[in-house]
Each structure stands twice: as C-alpha cells, then as structure tokens.
C-alpha cells in the first residue's frame, strides 16, 4: 500500500511516507491524510490499514512515564502495550496464535528508530521501511549512503520515496517528511 521509510541522522530521527491508498489493482491519493505524524513525543508512521493509522494518530496516547524506568523498559514494557489496548479498544486486530496481530509501523523516539509489527518491535540500526516499496527505499538509502553522497535528511529520504514510486505501483509520488524536533 506505501512506503514509509526513516533513518537516523545526528541523533534525531526522520521519517517520511507517501500519500497513496491502493489494494494492488487500483490508487488514489489521499493528501490531507498523512501516513507519517507525531504523537506526543513519538514519531509514527505507518502501512497496512488507514484504520490502524487514525487509531494511532487520534486514539493513541503516549502512556505516563514513572520515574526511574529506563527507556527500554519504558518503550517495550508500556508503549508497546499502550499500542496493543489502544488496537483493541478501537476494535483493530486480532488475537491469534501466540500473539496480538494487527499491522506495521515505525516508531521513532528519543533518537532511536523501532520497526513495530504485531505485538513486537524491532530497534532499526540507521535506516527503516516498512510497506510495499520498503525494500527499493531501504535499498536507495543504503546505495546513498554507501557512496557517501553528501545530502540532507530530507533529500536521501525523499529520494527514496521517488525511486519507491518508480518502481512500485502502490507507492504514491506525493510525500511528507517529518522530524524529531
């Protein structure tokens, strides 16, 4: 349905997404809806369903943080649940087998990058994709960055959306990038 993709980049994380809804056979742009925003302190952007993404952009609140809790106790412990008992009170997802399902997003935070996919999420190292152009993006990302070409956040992720919408029929050519403040 998209490409998301993000990358780190001095400490704080960028993101961008394109704009197209599509179910493989058919597209159409949707400008005012953007598939990557903040929440809170969190950067997110996602693939999969509109459903899930309005439910984190408008459902979605960053759960109260206690006192001396390290930050991966504080993300994998009560974000990641916070996500699961917000899917589930918006009636998104589905129990099955082991696990909580529901879709793919990426989350960034306090300079760090996670790939969430169901119930669990992975931290990325330097670059992030998720969606049906995420492998040509992570590949443009890395191929720049690999010949070291000197370019912006926004440039190397915006050109990796394009060669995405050049490649992919359901990855749109209209995107937004956001960043960690």
């Not at 050519?173 to 956001?178: A, D, E, L, M, V």
Request: glycine residues 12%.
């Amino acid at each position: 349905m998209t490409a998301i993709v993000a990358m780190i980049h001095e400490g704080k994380v960028w993101m961008g997404g394109d704009h197209l809804g599509s179910d493989g056979f058919t597209k159409n742009e949707f400008v005012k809806n953007d598939k990557v925003f903040k929440n809170g302190d969190f950067l997110i952007g996602y693939t999969t369903s509109f459903h899930m993404g309005q439910i984190l952009q408008y459902h979605w609140k960053q759960p109260h943080r206690q006192e001396n809790l390290t930050d991966d106790v504080y993300f994998y412990k009560f974000v990641m649940k916070s996500f699961i008992d917000c899917f589930k009170d918006n009636g998104y997802g589905d129990k099955r087998g082991v696990g909580w399902e529901s879709g793919e997003f990426l989350v960034g935070w306090k300079g760090r990058l996670f790939l969430v996919e169901n119930a669990h999420a992975l931290e990325c190292e330097k670059f992030g994709a998720v969606g049906s152009g995420s492998y040509h993006a992570i590949g443009a990302l890395k191929a720049l960055d690999l010949v070291k070409v000197n370019l912006s956040p926004e440039d190397m992720l915006g050109t990796a959306l394009v060669v995405s919408h050049e490649s992919i029929c359901t990855v749109g050519n209209k995107y937004t990038i956001i960043s960690e403040d």
